[in-house]
């Protein structure tokens, strides 16, 4: 009988060491997916004019010195600029930085955000409503967005649709100074600069 017992007693503890070891990797699993939805909400979408707490067509103030996942540090800038035909203008602007890299620029005009420039450094932190993004395939916008592209004296072309701007560099491009077919674009040509502008028809 205490033969019977001892056994019913090891078999019993034995099925409780195989109960909590089955709900260990369930936990571990649940925590991952935790820290899965974690990162993914560290990615911002530019919408209408609004990136964070940045926001076009406003002044810039009351701006927070960080914002977490988005930027550590902004600096503003004031530069003389100069265009082909020798002409100058003054360029103001706050850059902001994550980690050393540029993320993103607010150009002020009349005092008030004018538009917003996702940077290299923003490449798998911000994208746009549709789902671009800086390096997002060159040749995969042309054939999503019909768009008149020109060229920019600064070494790159750009289409407009609406809002946005976006731009590729020349060096990307097949033997001519804009793309007129998907072709004209290198296989391996991305996004460089994406431009939000408050105002339709300006960049």
Known sequence: M???????????????????????????????????????????????GKLGPIQTGVRFANIPATYAGLYDKYTYKKETMGGEGGDEWEEEYYQFTKAGK??????IFDGKIGSIELQEGSSGIIKTQEGFYVGFPARTLFTKKSMQWDTYYEGTTFGTSGHYTYYVN???????????????????AKICMIVYNHNVGTY
């Open 102 to 107: 540029k993320i993103f620029r607010v150009l």
């Open 2 to 48: 205490k033969k019977l017992l001892v056994c019913f007693i090891m078999l019993a503890g034995a099925m409780l060491l195989q109960a909590q070891v089955r709900r260990t990797p369930v936990q571990r699993t649940q925590t991952q997916q935790r820290s899965a939805t974690q990162v993914a909400a560290k990615t911002f979408t530019l919408t209408n």
């Open 170 to 188: 020349d060096a990307d491009l097949n033997n001519t100074d804009t793309p007129y077919k998907v072709s004209d674009l290198k296989p391996n």
